[in-house]
């Protein structure tokens, strides 16, 4: 079913914390009761899982066992890696950096509001579950928020949502003390956030104003690749195929021939002109969903034909999959007897060595704390050996300005 609104939420309705930075995007993609709703369990959101659950039980016992959970939600390979990982960085900053703040700690508090935001009949009501919070009490408090994925951008609303879950759990007193800590577990660092009640009492009124008033407003842009309502979403379609459409035209009003006209025209000197910077954004994010629905177009036709067989098209040809057998050695096993019939040399010139794979075996194997150390000198020792070939790859990023300067002056960033 193709559905674009309207939003058709009669009944009282609980937002998650989690899908509140979603909300003030894109509203429909989380208010939304006419489209179907596509939620998968992908690997990443099952390592943050257990991630989660490791870092609960560090901070309730001092201790966890990332295997047996792993195994629970049957993650194998480099993904325990991962996990191990990511859990020791939590225990690592929990212990020398965090923990003293938290004199109660309390781990995976489910916690709801009581005072509804009423907007159009309908009563929103917040929810959330907080990974470690301690001394709640009449008007402090303290929260923690362990962040597992790649990206370290898009989480304010979500703290404000906790902290002001917190606030209503206080009875929104209006001289407050709430500190919201997000500990970004790859990158390795985290951010203080101070919350008073009058940041809560704005918040709460653009929530209600500027986003629960306007259910219907789709905005699509880079997170429909993420949204649970994407198959069957009429603006990310129209978007989808209205770009598709203007490449293949060649249209010379649309945001094809403009971005195409923009980059041929820009210098050094114009790149800083007033668009300028929106039309090539705009135009990424076209061709990144342009590039998705063809994936997916693609992974459809391939499983309707494992499914059903091949298809006849026209009278001459039909369409099937082709299977190719892909052959790789196992290296611990092959060489053994290659050496039968290559020198080392041969074998070494026809082999190719994952510098990542190597680094993440030797940091695995050294000492807590020393990792970093046996890392680096294991690349200096390869490149005394001229073992490492460099050259340099690019690809089209957009770093947001906030990130670039954080780069320079990270006070809380550990190296
Ligand atoms: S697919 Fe995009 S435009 Fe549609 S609801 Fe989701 S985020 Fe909004």
Known sequence: MLARGPTTMTKDATIRASSVDNLFVCPPSILSTTHNRITSQNTPAMIGKVVHECAAAYVESKKFDADAMCSVYGLVGEDVDTVRKLAFCAAGIWDRDISKYFTRPQVESSIKSS???TV??????????????SGVGATEAIFLDWKSGFVDDGYANQMLTYAYLLWDFMGRPQTISITGIVVFLRHRYFDVVKYDARTLEAWEYDLAHNVLENPDKFSPGPRCNYCEIRSSCEARREVVAGSIDDILSGNTDGWYQGGMDTLKDLTDV????????????????????CDSAIKSA???????????????????????????????????KAI??????????DIAAASRISLTKVMQTVSGRAPRGKKGEVRDGLVEKLDEAGAIRRSVQHRIVEVSNEEEEADTTTSEKES
Request: aromatic letters at 4%.
């Open 115 to 117: 005072t509804p935001i």
């Open 270 to 289: 114009n790149k800083y002109n007033d668009g300028v910077g929106d039309i090539l954004s705009d135009m990424m994010f076209r061709i990144s969903v």
């Open 336 to 345: 053994p007897v290659l050496r039968d019939s290559m020198s080392d040399s």
């Open 298 to 332: 693609k992974e459809m036709i391939k499983a309707t034909l494992k499914r059903v067989g091949p298809i006849p098209c026209g009278a001459k040809s039909q369409m099937d999959l082709k299977e190719t057998e892909v052959k790789s050695l196992v290296a611990e």
């Open 120 to 133: 159009n009949g309908v009563q929103y009501y917040l929810s959330g579950t907080i990974d470690v919070a």
